[in-house]
Antibody, heavy 119, light 106 residues
Framework: QVQLQESGPGLVKPSETLSLTCTVS????????WSWIRQPAGKGLEWIGR???????NYNPSLKSRVTMSVDTSKNQFSLKLSSVTAADTAVYYC?????????????WGQGTTVTVSS | SYVLTQPPSVSVAPGKTARITCGGN??????VHWYQQKPGQAPVLVIY???DRPSGIPERFSGSNSGNTATLTISRVEAGDEADYYC?????????FGGGTKLTVL
């Protein structure tokens, strides 16, 4: 059974770069889309972007100028970098798998990691 | 950008049928996915491609999509179905989520 685990600093200073990694276990990272989604406390889900195992990316237009995603197939990991963070970037960050045969429905999610932006 | 509109809340008695709508411009031309999120937990995919259920999701969960509205239907509602539900589509290679609907089981 495929599992996803987010990791990274729980506290980031304003104006710095948030960096998170999602590790895929129990299955291959190949031939899937891998997304990052975030959720501020008490609010809804916001998609940040996705990366295919080839390295091709799609980003949320509202975040595109600050987002970089990468994938390391040898480690079964993919990563998110969000630059110039502010308090508005404080949220629970999830990674998720998108399945092409499920019309890119996201069928496996990590448990989420809380990131707080504060000095 | 594409907008999905969900009612903030829906209430239903146990054993009854809950219907949660997701409105969007010509949403019937898109594939709609639905996620269930319980407090403190990650979302779970309950319906994909408008009406298909992933393995392990009860048959009580069903979906439809036509015109400007997609609907998630939960039959014979149980207390354990109480959760937030989100619809989601892909628009120009970007995922768009609805604002979410809190389902309360009375």
């Amino acid at each position: 059974q495929v599992q996803l685990q987010e990791s990274g600093p729980g506290l980031v200073k304003p104006s710095e770069t948030l960096s998170l990694t999602c590790t895929v276990s129990g299955g291959s990272i190949s031939s899937y889309y891998w997304s990052w989604i975030r959720q501020p406390a008490g609010k809804g889900l916001e998609w940040i972007g996705r990366i295919y195992t080839s390295g091709s990316t799609n980003y949320n237009p509202s975040l595109k100028s600050r987002v970089t995603m990468s994938v390391d197939t040898s480690k079964n990991q993919f990563s998110l970098k969000l630059s110039s963070v502010t308090a508005a970037d404080t949220a629970v960050y999830y990674c998720a798998r998108g399945v092409i045969t499920m019309i890119n429905g996201m069928d496996v999610w990590g448990q989420g990691t809380t990131v707080t932006v504060s000095s | 950008s594409y907008v999905l509109t969900q009612p903030p809340s829906v209430s239903v008695a146990p054993g009854k049928t809950a219907r949660i709508t997701c409105g969007g411009n010509n949403i019937g031309s898109k594939s709609v996915h639905w996620y269930q999120q319980k407090p403190g937990q990650a979302p779970v995919l309950v319906i994909y491609y408008d009406s298909d259920r992933p393995s392990g999701i009860p048959e009580r969960f069903s979906g439809s999509n036509s015109g400007n509205t997609a609907t998630l239907t939960i039959s014979r509602v149980e207390a354990g179905d109480e959760a937030d539900y989100y619809c989601q589509v892909w628009d120009s290679s970007s995922a768009v989520f609805g604002g979410g609907t809190k389902l309360t089981v009375l």
